[in-house]
């Protein structure tokens, strides 16, 4: 999901078809308002972002219907610019590590993320 999001934000493309590919209600929502809110500024994300999810719960363990995911994700190397070079000047925050918290849900063979909680730089 967060690669799909990376990827949609190079271009600021709310309507990327892989963001529903791994993420529906409350999460798809959040990212496609985050990509709206760049697309209105002009901004582009660049740079690289690094991922380390780990599934920390299965529930139930049996027969897993949901997932609760932990993530270190490392912005230090990404940031938000002008998408034009004649652009105003943006300074983004201060990028860095932080845990973000998810939950999947299985429907079928397929998971997906339906929400995601991204906690201060720092965290992790």
Known sequence: MQ?????????????YGELSR??????LSVLTAGLEANKKQGLIIK???????????????SAPETAKI???LD?????RVKASPEGSPFVDAPGGRRVVIATAKRTGDVWKVI????MAVGTC
Request: aromatic share 6%; net charge negative.
């Open 75 to 79: 912005t230090s190397g990404a940031t």
């Open 3 to 15: 690669q799909a999001y990376i990827t949609a934000g190079r271009t600021t493309d709310p309507q």
């Open 22 to 27: 791994y993420a529906e209600g409350d999460a």
């Open 47 to 61: 740079g690289e972002v690094v991922l380390n999810p780990q599934v920390t719960e299965l529930s139930p363990p």
């Open 70 to 72: 932990r993530d270190c």
């Open 115 to 118: 929400s995601f909680v991204p």
